[in-house]
């Protein structure tokens, strides 16, 4: 079944991780995409292997911090083929360090990729949507917006602001016809969180898992293409986690 069929699907920070995952999984379910992300290389070799599949792909290389260059980038998408359904806000950057550590450009790098490039987009995003009757926007937030984590005050901020956010839009946006939800991944090795956490931190995060795995790419997108989909008609405003329970465990 093909749960996207003929649906336009954006997703930001597709060039590798969750985000590659979810347009895989997106394109499996018919979506034609339009992939995001500011590294041109990567993203081109992640279109090709997705279009050789056989799904409809635009790239779009943009640096969503800037307002008017993603503006421009989703009225570009809409303009292209002929609309937008779908909108995943994927894209972070992220830094882990003590809070009394933490200088002013990383502090705005991750605030402006995380949370203005998100707030940027569905707003964007919206009349699109609007023109179409209907849209669906799954963001991006993590278990770090509950509870806290070592050296990550930046992203906990981010993800909680995210958290907010979905809510925040979801009532605003529900009464529109677009549902707004969120997506909470458990720790799994990415090419990003592989450069942030060494092998005795995945031992002590998969310690922690009532499953005894960690999550990964392919099950997150499974969930998120879900959430894009008609068969989540009545889920709005919700936050998915998908940490196989280590959100709630006292292990």
Known sequence: MEALKDKTVVVTGAAG?????????????????????ADAARLGETAAAIRSAGAEVLPCVVD???????????????????????????????????MAEVQEDVYRRQMAIGVDAVYWGIQAVTPHMLARGAGSIVNMTSPASVHGIPNGSVYAAVKGAISALTRQCAVEL????????????????????????????????????????????????????????????????DVMFVDGGRSISAM
């Open 64 to 98: 969503m911090t800037d307002r008017a260059a993603w503006q421009k980038c989703i009225d570009d998408i809409a303009a292209h083929f002929g609309g937008i359904d779908v909108l995943v806000n994927n894209a972070i950057w992220v830094k882990y360090e003590p």
């Open 174 to 237: 529900g009464q529109k016809g677009i549902r707004v939800n969120a997506v909470a991944p458990g720790p799994m090795p990415t090419p990003g969180t592989m450069r942030v956490v060494d092998q005795e931190g995945w031992k002590k995060r998969l310690a922690r898992s009532p499953l005894g795995r960690l999550s990964t790419p392919e099950g997150v997108a499974r969930v998120v293409v879900f959430l894009a989909s008609d068969a989540a008609d009545c889920v709005n405003g």
């Open 17 to 37: 991780g969750i985000g590659r995952a979810v347009a895989e999984e997106a394109g499996h379910a018919g979506a034609r995409l339009a992939l995001v992300d």
